[in-house]
Each structure stands twice: as structure tokens, then as C-alpha cells.
T-cell receptor, first 112, second 110 residues
């Protein structure tokens, strides 16, 4: 158990809908990262927050947004969902900004 | 060209064999090198983390980085069936975002 908690584990929703994925980082970790894993693209970095502030942005679509709250948990909001958004979404956390991040178990999103 | 290339396998070896997993990368600015293990339906688990060229050993695992060739390797000695998983290399220049290979699927047969 990495100590990173993601909810929900599974989510099935229809095209055009909006969902929110939640992540609680390990105790003491200030950085939260979001990744998307699909069969064809592999693990892709979406966005990073550090102590409530956006720190880095990767291949995140404009329909997607994230935030980190004062208690350091983070939410990833996905809107106007398309079939191609079906994937595993992982949250990771690290103490400060560093590459040795610890991953949660992921949220499997299925868009039908 | 993808920034990190990794042979997807699958790679099948008998128990006790030495396993060699490799990645190549294109950006010479990369300076952080990681290996993750991912079991089916689970999140990636950090195995090894190196910053510089050379070797780093941790139990049965050895990570090797050759910056001049832009080539990284993970060796697993005395492989066990419990090592069966997908192994992902991850590389970063800034320490912020990880660039992942697509992963190599490893099967260790008893």
C-alpha cells in the first residue's frame, strides 16, 4: 500500500457527462501528480500541484481541470466526456517536487 | 519519435533466470531515471531511482544508466514468479513530470 488513496475505484458514465476523481496523498506529501494510462498511449503526465499551486502541466485537455485543496487532497475534473477518455487515471504524490513519486491504485473510467 | 522507447515484450523466462529490461531515450536533458513495477489492475510501484550514470543495486535488482548512449537498464537476478508484472521505465529532466516508457510485460514461469 503506497499510502495514496484514490476514489472511486471504478466509474462508468455516458458521453457528454462530467466526473470528479479524488486523491488523498500520503501523509506529509505536498506534491500531487495526475497521470492517464491508456493501452495505446501508456502513462501520460497530466498536471502537478505543489502545496495548492499548479506547478507543471502536461498533456491535459482543456476539458480537464484539477485543483489541490488546503488539506492537500486533489480532485481531477473531467467534463464533456468522450469515448476516448476511457482510461485508468492515477494520482501520485511526493514529499516535495521530486521524481520519486508514489502512485495510488487508480480510478478506472469507462465512458459509454 | 517518442521521448522514451521501451520494448513491450512480452518477455518470458524460467524461474531463476537473469532478466534484462531496457529503455532508450532521446532527450539528453533527462537526469532522473526510475523503474516502476506494475501488477495487473494496480498502480505503479517505485522500484529504483537513480540520478547519475552508473549502477545502483538493491537486493536482486540493479539499475544501470549510460547517459552517453541514452540507455537505461534494469537487471533482475534469480527471478521469481512473483516478479511477473509490467516494468515501466520513467525519466525526467525537471523532477516534475515523469516520461514513461510503455512498459515491458514480464512472465517468470516456475
Amino acid at each position: 500500500d503506497s499510502g495514496v488513496t484514490q476514489t472511486p475505484k471504478h466509474l462508468i458514465t455516458a458521453t457528454g457527462q462530467r466526473v470528479t476523481l479524488r486523491c488523498s496523498p500520503r501523509s506529509g506529501d505536498l506534491s500531487v501528480y495526475w497521470y492517464q494510462q491508456s493501452l495505446d498511449q501508456g502513462l501520460q503526465f497530466l498536471i502537478q500541484y505543489y502545496n495548492g499551486e499548479e506547478r507543471a502541466k502536461g498533456n491535459i485537455l482543456e476539458r480537464f481541470s484539477a485543483q489541490q485543496f488546503p488539506d492537500l487532497h486533489s480532485e481531477l475534473n473531467l467534463s464533456s466526456l468522450e469515448l476516448g477518455d476511457s482510461a485508468l487515471y492515477f494520482c501520485a504524490s511526493s514529499v516535495v517536487t521530486g521524481p520519486d513519486a508514489f502512485f495510488g491504485q487508480g480510478t478506472r473510467l469507462t465512458v459509454v | 519519435q517518442k521521448e522514451v522507447e521501451q520494448d513491450p515484450g512480452p518477455l518470458s523466462v524460467p524461474e531463476g533466470a537473469i532478466v534484462s529490461l531496457n529503455c532508450t531515450y532521446s532527450n539528453s536533458a533527462f537526469q532522473y531515471f526510475m523503474w516502476y513495477r506494475q501488477y495487473s489492475r494496480k498502480g505503479p510501484e517505485l522500484l529504483m531511482y537513480t540520478y547519475s550514470s552508473g549502477n545502483k543495486e538493491d537486493g536482486r535488482f540493479t539499475a544501470q544508466v549510460d547517459k552517453s548512449s541514452k540507455y537505461i537498464s534494469l537487471f533482475i537476478r534469480d527471478s521469481q514468479p512473483s516478479d511477473s508484472a509490467t516494468y515501466l521505465c520513467a525519466i525526467s529532466d525537471s523532477g516534475y513530470a515523469l516520461n514513461f516508457g510503455k512498459g515491458t510485460s514480464l512472465l517468470v514461469t516456475p
